[in-house]
């Protein structure tokens, strides 16, 4: 009867065979000794397995994410935007002002457009876009019948309050270099804010029959 041969998983010493590279009586599968590398390589110092010496999260560097270098000079702060807006009017940069929009309301048919310039302006300044604003208002703003009703009405007496609140600010002083607006005609004195009272007719008759009607009275 022919002797079996040694099964190669049992950890038992395994006489010479068929791989030169092994030495004789050390079994090529059995378990590595505690402690030692199973793959054969060995690590970099300081670093992982087979990665060519990279450090480990702690070693050498602060964990990824969390960088702890000083920075450049250059960074350190940001440069203050070249077209920040400096205090005072936006147009002379009177420091005098007052922060309230003017407003302009266009209202054609079904179309509609708003206009807003929004402040600081001083006083000359803020005048002189008041009465612009209006006039183009009273002029192209009461050609839709919302806008009639609605939008128009409410534009000009915004900017009756802007001009309530610009007409208090003292004379401005505009920064060297700059000049402020010019007022121009009130708005009175203007042909163009006379338009309007063609609409307020029509709007007018309007109103007046439809009284009528309900009333009786014709």
Known sequence: MSTPPPNPYSG????PGPHPGAPAGQNPYGQPPAGANPYGQQPAPGGYPGQGGYPAPGQG???????Q????????????HPHAQAPGCRQC???ETANFAVRAHVGVLILMRFHTLNGPFCRQCGRSLIRTMTTKTLCQGWWSPISLVIFTPFTLLWNLFAAMKYAKLPHPTPAPGR??????PPVHARPLAYVAIIPLLWATWVAVNIFLDVSGRR
Do not use: S, T
């Open 12 to 15: 038992a010493p395994v006489p």
């Open 61 to 67: 560097h602060p964990a990824p994410g969390y960088p």
């Open 69 to 80: 270098q000083p920075q450049h000079p250059q960074y350190a702060a940001p440069y203050p």
């Open 93 to 95: 940069g009177a420091p």
């Open 179 to 184: 000049q402020p607006l010019e007022e121009g």
